[in-house]
């Protein structure tokens, strides 16, 4: 069966996030007040074969944790579902 | 005997030749290491070089810790091998987990180009071993993602182990504990982000970098 993930990767808490910092600076430029936290991370998608949910499920989180991320600075949510 | 370095090229790599330079400027042989090949030949010593392999995408060093040549670069490592990561390549090392923690993001947001100045905190490493506890060194640093990072529990080991080699006296990019450049365990494994390579000719305006290059090519 064919499944597809989305990962979501964000830099952990402390982490530098230049790209977050730059855009929450220029959005009073822009007439925006009040807009706080804006952070930056990524998002990977893909689609996977694998006989169950589950097993995707897995595949996704190993696949995630040892090549997608790097866990000292990153953290990620991997959803994974049927493809339709 | 004169040392043959050998010197890993990832595409996206631009650093080797300086690095080639600096080592034959130093009496010894230089060799190109090219990413897809596994069998390091008969090196001396691996200088893992700075630039943007595989153009740095998903994370600096996350696809090039994957290249055929860093198997070989882990079991030369492994036997006792010396083999030093500059920049770039110090990221490679970590993502490759031959060196704890990682490199983050500048703190001041701004991609760094310019002079620096290290203190050598350690004298036990194969970078160092020929410079004293101390010496201050003027060797520059050019990199975007040189903001050292790892756990307080793996900081902690770092400073017990005293394998905390390099530190900047005028922190530039927020590492922390002012951390330029750390070794392994064994000590024969070594990154930094400021370039040595750089700063081992006169012309250069900075020959500081002869002494650490110097202590690769004794070990």
Known sequence: MKFSALVDVRLREGISDPAGATIERALPALGYQGVEGVTVGKT???????????????????LCASFLTNPVIEDAEVTVEAAS | MTATVGVVV??????????????????????????????LGDVDAVIVPGGFAHGDYLRPGAIAR????????????????????????????TEAGLLPGALQKNKGLKFLCQPSVLRVESANSVLTSQAQVGDELSIPI????????????????????DRIV????????????????????TRNVVGLMPHPERACHELLGSMDGAVLLRSLLAS
């Not at chain 2, 994957?66 to 110090?90: H, L, Q, Y």
């Not at chain 2, 050019?142 to 182990?161: I, M, P, V």
Request: net charge negative; proline share 3%; with cysteine.
């Open chain 1, 44 to 62: 990977i998608r893909f689609t996977l074969e694998a006989e169950t949910l589950a097993e995707a499920q897995t595949m996704a989180e190993e």
């Open chain 2, 66 to 93: 994957f290249s055929p040549v860093m198997d070989g670069v882990a079991k030369f490592a492994a036997k006792g091998g010396p083999v030093v990561g500059i920049c770039n390549g110090f990221q490679v090392l």
């Open chain 2, 142 to 161: 050019n990199h975007f993602e040189g903001n050292y990072t790892c756990s307080e529990q793996t900081l902690k080991q770092l400073q017990d182990e």
């Open chain 2, 10 to 39: 990832f595409p996206g790599t631009n650093c080797e030749a300086d690095a080639l330079e600096a080592v034959t400027s130093l009496g010894a042989q230089g060799r190109l290491l090219w990413h897809g090949e596994a069998d």
């Open chain 2, 166 to 185: 390099l530190t900047y006296v005028d922190n530039p990019n927020g590492s922390l504990g002012n951390i330029a450049g750390v070794c392994n365990e």
